[in-house]
């Protein structure tokens, strides 16, 4: 990708960003295979600086007349254009990430027609009244990216992802688990047949049926269960709503506000993550960043748009993440929560009798920047004695992540990969407001 010649003395600064994707995708309804089809995608973005002035267009189009729309749209746009001192970046150093797998990229249809009846065999084998609705995605990406500053940038990028949902109905009750993986490599531990077997093992343990009273109790968050507390964390910790004063973080970098067990980090340098990559989608290279250490607010994710606007010596942190139609806006690569010490066995009997939190029914609805969360479980269990004595139901939580976390009672050496790119241990709250119908 070069940039337009149409641009020659009528911008200050220019970036092209372009983006060419394959997807295989096959899919299955009440555990029987239904569709399958390839398609392709491509497109070009423009930005601009123009007179301090940014401005953004887009296209799926093709050729010169194309090109030339696309200028003047952004130009148009740069009229309009948030006044920025920003400064794209020229080229600079970066770690060697691995995200292209042959294997993965070459898997055929009928690679993953096979994938996907082996996980629906496992998930039948745990409960055979599931009935399983999945959708098989294996994409190579394409991109590259070109500045006036002389970055030139590019990668090429496999991806095996899933969704599946699989429910269980008998008369009024009604067991139902969503979920998503993703992987850029088909080696290692975290595998598609692997996550099949741990949504199989959570379908066991809500064999049985089991009784709760409400009200204040310990409640263990598992990996998946977690994400409730940590998605209203990461928007506090995302830079545009800093710099909308948005943030219950705002100002208080250096501060220790959590419990002194709560380490998170943002490391977009890890081989084979969906959030990974040598650079993110402005041109500046990933790196591993701390965000909260021993409990201490240690910053924030900006991309070069809202670290500009924030002030004397804030930079991008290489969190610039966009589409097509979409400017960059700051966003995680991967987020990974650092395990504690001990072993979920003794946490479960460390916790004696409480609530097991699997999965969460409105996640990211509510007043996220609060930090407050309510939520309805659409899984869980009771702990009784140290062990899970069954699936409860009719289940809701309550409280604000920027309380809960002052207090973790443990958090467990083991962990999973959530949705492909954030990574958790499991987390014990020792008092949680837990209400019961």
Known sequence: MILPDQLAGRVDQAET???????????????????????????????????GRLGFAGTTDAGPA?????VENALASAHYGDQVALRFPGPQPAPAVQVY?????????????????????????????????????????????????????????????????????????????????STTTLT??????????????????AR???????????????????????????????GKNVLLGASPLAGRVGEKLFDERLTVVDDGTLHGRPGSASHDDEGIPHRRHVLIESGILRGFLYDLKTAAMSGQGVESTGHGAR????????????????????????????????????????????????????NPLSLAYVVEGGEVAGRVKDVSIAGNIYQDLQHIQALSREGAWVYGSTWLPYIL????????R
């Open 17 to 51: 960003y372009s983006i060419r994707e394959e997807t295989t995708t096959v899919s299955f309804k009440a555990n029987e295979l239904r569709s399958a089809e390839v398609t392709e995608s491509s497109g070009t973005s423009l930005r601009v600086l123009v007179n």
């Open 66 to 70: 194309a090109w030339a729309r696309l």
């Open 101 to 181: 797998d042959t294997d993965l990229a070459h898997l055929t249809i009928t690679d993953l027609v096979e994938l996907g009846r082996e996980m629906i065999a496992v998930l039948c084998q745990a409960e055979p009244e599931i009935r399983v609705e999945l959708s098989l995605y294996r994409t190579v990406t394409h991109r590259e990216l070109s500045n006036t500053a002389g970055a030139h940038v590019g990668d090429e990028r496999s991806t095996l992802s899933l969704t599946i949902s699989a429910e269980r109905v008998r008369q009024d009750d009604i067991l139902s688990i969503f979920d998503y993986f």
């Open 188 to 205: 290692g531990d975290d595998t598609p047949l692997r996550f099949a077997g741990d949504i199989a093992h959570r379908l066991v343990l």
């Open 208 to 238: 049985r049926d089991a009784r709760l009273v409400g009200g204040l109790m310990p409640v263990l968050f598992s990996p998946r269960g977690a994400m409730a507390l940590l998605w209203p964390l990461g928007a506090g910790l995302n």
């Open 323 to 374: 589409g097509i139609f979409s400017p960059p806006a700051p966003a995680p690569t991967n987020t990974l929560v650092q395990a504690g010490e001990s072993s979920l066995a003794a946490i479960l009997a460390q916790m004696g009798q409480g609530l097991l939190v699997e999965g969460i029914l409105g996640l990211g609805q509510g007043n996220v920047l609060s930090g407050a969360y309510s």
């Open 429 to 436: 709250l020792p008092a949680l407001n837990v209400v019961t």
